[in-house]
């Protein structure tokens, strides 16, 4: 059994906290992947710090040398991906067609990344005076901290980190508490890519103990959230009041539209693809059904048996079409909903 640790410094270290958590297959909860131990407040603010020293020298390395450690990343994620979906869906739940359908998109997002890197310019700017050129330079901005959910536990980090870094910012990754094993393999794969030591950072833990610290450091310079709307609008509020940049990426309310032309067989399964596809766990699932009364009966109809025929069950079967839920408590959620 795996004990995922902390990556701080260029270091995987073990928290020193005595709060154990197990990381459990939602699939068959029999099946523990591992254990982690929760990163302290002292933990989190050591990563901030090391990752505040690398940032001189990281952002004095070329861009397109930047780039170049990225685009490796993005061949040893297409090296493992099979080993990396297969452990997104034993963690996480969901079907190993989704999972392989993440890696993919991670691998796109870090190659689209690794191009930027010759692609970040200034401007040019006409002056008033004949013995001053204006010019703009695109700057980093030091500690990038990316706070990330557990619903695409691979995608959504890198297509934080990968352009942080890119742009020649140092980064504190903290992961949903739920998903500690497949962060550690997207560090694990930046580090075999080359990133020099303190240049990212991961810290393991809750986020009202470890993520909390983290937000309220002065050295970090611009916050990357996914998650809910309460912890994003709190998140928001605390590290906006000491300047920080800050992206809060929260839920939504996602209808379908169906008019009375549409194609009912096509409106279906796209309804029941947004709806139920990742287990409904996404921001972007498809919440409500806005349709015209004139085939709103029969659209009904249609969807009760398209949903009452889905094949729920282990993720890595290949014939179950949605997984379940990420744990009891996202489950219970679900039924109160």
């Given at each position: 059994?795996?004990t995922?640790r902390?990556?701080?410094?260029?270091k995987w270290v073990?928290?020193?906290s005595q709060?154990?958590?197990p990381?459990v297959?939602?699939a068959?909860?029999?099946d523990?992947?591992g254990?982690?131990r929760?990163a302290t407040r002292?933990?989190?603010?050591?990563?901030?710090?090391?990752a505040?020293?690398?940032?001189?020298?990281?952002?004095?390395?070329?861009?397109?040398a930047?780039?170049?450690?990225v685009?490796?990343a993005a061949?040893?994620?297409?090296?493992?991906?099979?080993?990396?979906?297969q452990?997104?869906?034993?963690?996480e739940?969901k079907?190993i067609?989704?999972?392989?359908?993440?890696?993919?998109r991670?691998?796109?997002?870090a190659?689209f990344?690794?191009g930027?890197?010759?692609?970040?310019?200034?401007?040019?700017?006409p002056?008033?005076?004949?013995?001053?050129?204006?010019y703009?330079?695109?700057?980093?901005?030091?500690?990038?901290a990316?706070?990330?959910p557990?619903?695409?536990?691979?995608?959504?980090p890198v297509?934080?980190?990968?352009?942080a870094?890119?742009?020649?910012?140092t980064?504190?990754?903290?992961?949903?508490s739920?998903?500690?094993?497949?962060a550690?393999?997207v560090?694990q794969?930046?580090e075999?890519?080359?990133?020099?030591?303190?240049?990212l950072n991961l810290?393991?833990?809750?986020g009202?103990?470890?993520g909390?610290?983290?937000?309220i450091?002065?050295a970090?310079?611009?916050?990357s959230?996914?998650g809910?709307?309460?912890?994003?609008?709190?998140l928001y509020e605390q590290?906006?009041?000491?300047?920080?940049?800050?992206?809060c990426e929260?839920?939504g309310?996602n209808?379908v539209?169906?008019?009375?032309?549409?194609?009912l067989?096509?409106?279906?399964?796209?309804?029941a693809?947004?709806a139920?596809?990742?287990s409904g766990?996404?921001c972007?699932?498809?919440?409500r059904?806005?349709v015209?009364?004139?085939?709103a009966?029969?659209?009904?109809?249609?969807?009760?048996?398209?949903?009452e025929g889905?094949?729920?069950g282990?993720?890595s079967?290949?014939?179950?079409?949605?997984?379940?839920?990420?744990d009891?408590n996202q489950?219970?959620?679900?039924?109160?909903?």
């Amino acid at each position: 059994m795996d004990t995922y640790r902390n990556y701080i410094g260029g270091k995987w270290v073990e928290s020193s906290s005595q709060r154990t958590v197990p990381n459990v297959n939602p699939a068959n909860t029999d099946d523990v992947l591992g254990t982690v131990r929760q990163a302290t407040r002292e933990e989190a603010r050591q990563a901030v710090e090391f990752a505040a020293g690398a940032f001189p020298g990281w952002r004095a390395i070329p861009a397109p040398a930047r780039g170049r450690i990225v685009a490796r990343a993005a061949r040893l994620m297409e090296e493992h991906k099979e080993e990396l979906a297969q452990i997104l869906t034993r963690e996480e739940g969901k079907t190993i067609a989704e999972s392989r359908g993440e890696l993919q998109r991670s691998i796109n997002v870090a190659d689209f990344c690794a191009g930027e890197a010759r692609r970040i310019t200034g401007e040019t700017i006409p002056s008033e005076l004949p013995s001053n050129f204006a010019y703009t330079l695109k700057q980093p901005l030091g500690v990038v901290a990316c706070i990330t959910p557990w619903n695409f536990p691979v995608a959504i980090p890198v297509w934080k980190i990968a352009p942080a870094l890119v742009a020649g910012n140092t980064v504190v990754f903290k992961p949903a508490s739920l998903t500690p094993a497949t962060a550690v393999r997207v560090v694990q794969i930046f580090e075999e890519a080359g990133i020099p030591a303190g240049v990212l950072n991961l810290v393991l833990g809750s986020g009202s103990d470890a993520g909390d610290e983290i937000i309220i450091q002065p050295a970090v310079k611009a916050i990357s959230f996914t998650g809910s709307n309460g912890v994003g609008i709190r998140l928001y509020e605390q590290a906006s009041r000491r300047g920080a940049k800050v992206q809060c990426e929260m839920g939504g309310k996602n209808p379908v539209v169906i008019m009375e032309d549409a194609d009912l067989d096509l409106a279906v399964e796209s309804t029941a693809q947004g709806a139920f596809g990742s287990s409904g766990q996404r921001c972007t699932a498809t919440s409500r059904a806005v349709v015209i009364n004139e085939i709103a009966d029969e659209f009904v109809n249609r969807m009760v048996r398209r949903a009452e025929g889905m094949r729920i069950g282990d993720g890595s079967n290949p014939t179950t079409e949605m997984g379940p839920s990420v744990d009891e408590n996202q489950f219970k959620t679900v039924l109160n909903l």
